[in-house]
């Protein structure tokens, strides 16, 4: 098995992907990489291109203008797990005891093919640690719809909602534009079911626009979510932790567009505005905050985690809106911005999370992969 020669921890940090998030990843790396104490960890970005290709050693910031690498080396994860690893690709043939050695994976892939189980089967197949929740609560936390299936069984509100996949919509249009109507009121929220940072989201205020939305959110997924619209104000919570996770302090979002779409989340000039602590009283402070904890648990997510949260205008009830298991790194995101208001910096909250990956490496360790005979 390869070993790292360095005292420091080698850490593989993914991002980019196969995702409509992959320009969103890049920033949350470079983010990353800026803030990361480089007296502990021998980083090693990896590269993954629109296509799928694995590129070792090309740094975020060399991408975030929009540039893509001209050359540079191809490797792919050793899922072999006596020799985790970077194995480098060419036309001879790869060794197993060629790969890189790698301690510890932050993978920064939003979306598909990276916050949805994917990525972290292939970890899991190598046995390596990982940041962040496993290939279960990944995969939960990503589908919108499995994801509320799963808060409403564990007593957590919802909002109401409906699931479209994209065969049906192709196949019978009039009967779902029926459906969603007799359904849920107007406004309502067209979104994919696996994909996140607001991408393919749309605002329907009046029936005529229901097949624009519908088309643009299966353009990026075959299962769509319609979710009823609320006069609400939006919070969010992040929670850090593995079978005893905490919560943070409340945020609020004001959007600086008619809701958090992803120009207000990463492209405005006149940026939305984030409320840390949120202006809330104690008692529905501590409230979401359990909720936050709830929700981790429902979908069994694992060192971090971004919950969102509606509360309805008219009535004051909260629902939970969804979870992000693998929520933004950007200097602007509000997962490190809740806990800094709590006291934790940003390069603290980079040790936390590989601690947790290690500590959760660990615990599967101790699970066996034989049938024990003589137990």
Known sequence: MPKNASPKL??????GGRSG????????????MQAIDRDKYDVLPVYLTPEGR????????????????????????????????????????VQPEQAQAVDVVFP??????????????????ANVPYVGSGVLGSAAGMDKDVMKTLFAAAGLPVVPHL??????????????????????????????????????????????????????????????????????????????????????????????????DYQAKYSDDESSELRIPAEIDTGLAENLRAMAVTAFQAVDAAGLARVDFFLETRTGKPYVNEINTLPGFTTISMYPKLWEAGGLSYAQLIDNLVNLAIERHRDRQRSLTVYDQNP
């Open 54 to 93: 694995w590129l070792p050693g090309v740094e975020p910031v060399r991408l975030t203008a929009g540039a893509r690498p001209a050359t540079a080396s191809v490797a792919l994860f050793s899922s072999d797990p006596q020799q985790p690893g970077l194995l480098p690709l060419s036309k001879a043939e």
């Open 163 to 260: 699931l479209v996949r994209r065969r049906e919509w192709e196949q019978r249009p009039a009967v779902v534009r029926e459906r969603i109507l007799q359904t849920l009121r107007l406004p309502v929220f067209v979104k994919p079911a696996n994909l996140g940072s607001s991408v393919g989201i749309s605002k329907v205020g009046d029936a005529t626009g229901l097949p624009d939305a519908l088309d643009l959110a299966c353009r990026y997924d075959r299962r769509v979510l319609v979710e009823q619209g609320l006069d609400c104000r939006e919070f969010e919570c992040s929670v850090l932790g593995n079978d005893e996770p905490n919560a943070s302090v409340i945020g609020e979002i004001i959007p600086s567009r008619e809701f958090y």
């Open 21 to 32: 998030e992959h320009d969103v990843s890049i920033a949350s790396a470079t983010s990353v």
């Open 108 to 125: 920064l892939l939003h979306g598909t093919y990276g916050e949805d189980g994917t990525v972290q089967g292939l970890l899991e197949l």
């Open 10 to 15: 080698r850490l593989a940090i993914l991002y």
